[in-house]
């Protein structure tokens, strides 16, 4: 075989190992850079995780704190409303304490209002009294008051007369109807006249104000006119003032003696 034929071959086999070279030298350049670009991404992917992971701590810290200033700001709004609901007992408690203080002396003050109110309840000795008074028959009634009102102490001869009689009526309708004014015109009348339930209705009005600025001395006054007259409901309330307020019985005496003319005995 000639030599030219030989190199031939040769000459291809050097070239096909140097392609051999060159694609593998190429494979593993491909593979490097991939293997560098699986590194950075896997980098990449780490980082990124951590960041995640560092995110999701710092807001459940943040959660944690957002938990706990809830629960602290719960625990301070309990303390104050066992606070309030403490002062609202307190205040509760005061306020029971000033009403049955009120409720005591709004009873005190009924109860003593009704025995006002009591000093003309009719009866049948009064009714009859009365019915002999309207027919102008005199009767001596005899003075209750106590020993500090005796100087006024004496036998009082009183009439009525039937006029007088239909007068005090007359005032006993309009109170009943409301019509104070009007009814204390005409009990004034009638005390003056010395018509005695007159004189007991008269100190009911200035006690409880029926028609009248209330005024409890000309009201006892008035009273104490009764019981001198023998109004049974009048004396006992008379006897009544002298031992439980002996200051404005003492007071009402004193009117007594500037305003009455002493009833003239016929």
Same mark, same amino acid.
């Given at each position: 075989?000639?030599?030219?034929?030989?190199?031939?071959?040769?000459?291809?086999?050097?070239?096909? $190992?140097?392609?051999?070279?060159?694609? $593998? &030298?190429?494979?593993?350049?491909?593979?490097?850079?991939?293997?560098?670009?699986?590194?950075?991404?896997?980098?990449?992917?780490?980082?990124?995780?951590?960041?995640?992971?560092?995110?999701?701590?710092?807001?459940?810290?943040?959660?944690?704190?957002?938990?706990?200033?809830?629960?602290?700001?719960?625990?301070?709004?309990?303390?104050?409303?066992?606070?309030?609901?403490?002062?609202?007992?307190?205040?509760?408690?005061?306020?029971?304490?000033?009403?049955?203080?009120?409720?005591?002396?709004?009873?005190?003050?009924?109860?003593?209002?009704?025995?006002?109110?009591?000093?003309?309840?009719?009866?049948?000795?009064?009714?009859?009294?009365?019915?002999?008074?309207?027919?102008?028959?005199?009767?001596?009634?005899?003075?209750?008051?106590?020993?500090?009102?005796?100087?006024?102490?004496?036998?009082?001869?009183?009439?009525?007369?039937?006029?007088?009689?239909?007068?005090?009526?007359?005032?006993?309708?309009?109170?009943?109807?409301?019509?104070?004014?009007?009814?204390?015109?005409?009990?004034?009348?009638?005390?003056?006249? &010395?018509?005695?339930?007159?004189?007991?209705?008269?100190?009911?009005?200035?006690?409880?104000?029926?028609?009248?600025?209330?005024?409890?001395?000309?009201?006892?006054?008035?009273?104490?006119?009764?019981? $001198?007259?023998?109004?049974?409901?009048?004396?006992?309330?008379? $006897?009544?003032?002298?031992?439980?307020?002996?200051?404005?019985?003492?007071?009402?005496?004193?009117?007594?003696?500037?305003?009455?003319?002493?009833?003239?005995?016929?």
């Amino acid at each position: 075989m000639p030599d030219g034929n030989l190199k031939v071959p040769s000459q291809v086999f050097r070239w096909f $190992e140097k392609m051999k070279t060159n694609y $593998e &030298n190429s494979v593993q350049s491909v593979l490097s850079r991939f293997e560098a670009y699986n590194i950075k991404q896997q980098q990449r992917l780490d980082q990124a995780t951590a960041e995640h992971l560092s995110d999701l701590k710092a807001a459940h810290q943040n959660q944690i704190s957002q938990q706990q200033q809830h629960i602290s700001q719960l625990q301070n709004d309990i303390a104050h409303y066992k606070q309030q609901i403490s002062e609202q007992q307190r205040t509760i408690e005061h306020l029971n304490r000033r009403y049955d203080t009120v409720m005591a002396c709004l009873i005190s003050e009924k109860s003593s209002t009704i025995d006002i109110e009591n000093i003309i309840d009719d009866n049948e000795e009064l009714a009859d009294s009365y019915r002999s008074l309207a027919d102008n028959d005199c009767s001596q009634v005899a003075s209750a008051t106590s020993d500090n009102t005796a100087k006024v102490q004496e036998q009082n001869t009183c009439k009525a007369t039937p006029a007088i009689e239909e007068s005090y009526l007359e005032a006993l309708t309009h109170r009943e109807h409301g019509q104070h004014s009007q009814a204390l015109a005409l009990f004034e009348q009638c005390a003056k006249e &010395n018509h005695i339930k007159a004189m007991g209705a008269l100190g009911r009005a200035y006690f409880l104000g029926e028609g009248v600025t209330p005024d409890p001395v000309i009201g006892l006054a008035w009273l104490i006119r009764a019981a $001198e007259h023998g109004l049974p409901q009048a004396i006992k309330r008379a $006897e009544q003032y002298q031992t439980d307020d002996p200051k404005l019985y003492q007071q009402a005496l004193e009117y007594i003696d500037n305003a009455f003319a002493i009833c003239e005995i016929n």
